[in-house]
């Protein structure tokens, strides 16, 4: 049954250490954004989850499908980076997102039933 290695997946990055965002180091955050992201807690969930998704999904995705959605989390990025330190613009464009990768995960979890 493919569902428990996927929930393990899923589940192991969400213990790391809290000092780091899931897509970065916050002790390299550079730009507005991610130092937005670092400092607020709400943030630095909806990053750890979006990139644990993202990174499930780039393993288990067909190859035209990891190319769509990398794309898809480059145009994400520049809109992140253009929200700067904007908490609200950040939670609108990460919950946008998350909305995003759990419909496609929910969507291959129903394909391997």
């Given amino acids: ?3 428990l290695p996927l929930l393990a997946l899923l589940a192991s990055p969400l213990l790391s250490d809290s000092a780091r965002a899931a897509s970065f180091p916050c002790d390299k955050a550079e730009t507005p954004d991610e130092t937005a992201i670092c400092r ?3 943030l630095n969930d909806r990053d750890v989850e ?3 998704r993202f990174e499930i999904l780039k393993e288990v995705l067909p190859m035209g499908g990891r190319t769509k959605m990398q794309e898809d989390q480059e145009a994400w990025l520049k809109e992140r980076r253009a ?4 908490t609200a613009c950040l939670r ?4 946008v997102r998350l909305k995003t990768l759990r419909g496609l995960l929910s969507e291959f979890a129903k394909q391997g039933q």
Avoid at 83 to 86: A, N, Q, S, V
Wanted: aromatic content about 6%.
């Fill in 40 to 42: 607020t807690l709400a």
């Fill in 92 to 95: 609108d464009l990460y919950d």
């Fill in 50 to 52: 979006m990139a644990t």
């Fill in 83 to 86: 929200c700067g330190p904007d």
């Fill in 1 to 3: 049954m493919r569902t």
